[in-house]
């Protein structure tokens, strides 16, 4: 029931098309849904997040789209570009006001935009 | 120094070495992680330290020992790896009561 289910586990995408990638998660109790980039010799790092209170949230060309009664979550990538190059992961987890974070982070899924 | 360092970023070991590995942060935050990435698996928490103290160990095998010194600085002391031991360590940190985790660059382990 904690698990985080990321497909596909690669991505192939000309310049300026869109790049979508999806999540599934079984815990309904989880109420933050991050997705992180990780750039090759590097970190990841936190990219976009949306709670369940919103079914979509958009940053720039960066959305996520959110189906509480689904369980399911994905991030679409508009106008990709070639520095959109990386793995991406899904992520869920359930906020502690007063403890550490615990993350369960989807399997990833490498993301190559073709010139 | 800004953010999550980690150190040595690659590390070469025979399987009855004993090495550290080095994780500071610089960003104020007050609980630390330990993760293991191997390919095309899902990163698997191995440790937190919450105020410097262990709140989790996810029945990581013995020879993994963490320590956290303080809220800044964070090891992995390893002995008597396996081959299967393989992978890139992250560190990460965050603020406790926030969800937001910063990742180091990692440590690329291999074990012979």
């Known amino acids: 029931q904690q698990q985080v289910k990321q497909s596909p586990q690669s991505l192939i995408v000309q310049k300026g098309g869109i790049s979508i990638i999806n999540c599934a998660y079984e815990?309904?109790?989880?109420?933050?849904f991050p997705w992180y980039q990780q750039f090759p010799g590097k970190g990841p790092a936190l990219l976009i997040a949306?709670?369940?209170?919103?079914s979509e949230k958009k940053e720039g060309r960066f959305t996520i789209s959110f189906n509480k009664s689904a369980k399911q979550f994905s991030l679409h990538i508009m106008d990709s570009q070639p520095g959109d190059s990386a793995t991406y992961f899904c992520a869920a987890s359930l906020t502690s006001y007063s403890s550490a974070s615990k993350i369960i982070f989807g399997s990833g899924t490498r993301l190559s935009i073709r010139p | 120094e800004t953010g999550v360092t980690q150190t040595p970023r690659h590390l070469v070991m025979g399987m009855t070495n004993k090495k550290s590995l080095k994780c500071e942060q610089h960003?104020?935050?007050?609980?630390m992680y330990w993760y293991k990435q191997s390919a095309k698996k899902p990163l698997e928490l191995m440790f937190v330290y919450s105020l410097e103290e262990r709140v989790e160990n996810n029945s990581v095998p013995s020879r993994f020992s963490p320590e956290c010194p303080n809220s800044s600085h964070l090891f992995l002391h390893l002995h008597t790896l396996q081959p299967e031991d393989s992978a890139l360590y992250l560190c990460?940190?965050?603020?406790?009561?926030?969800?937001?985790?910063?990742f180091g660059p990692g440590t690329r382990l291999t074990v012979l």
């Open positions: 815990n309904t109790a989880f109420d933050y």
């Open positions: 960003l104020g935050h007050n609980a």
């Open positions: 949306i709670r369940p209170d919103v």
């Open positions: 990460a940190s965050s603020q406790l009561g926030t969800d937001t985790q910063y």
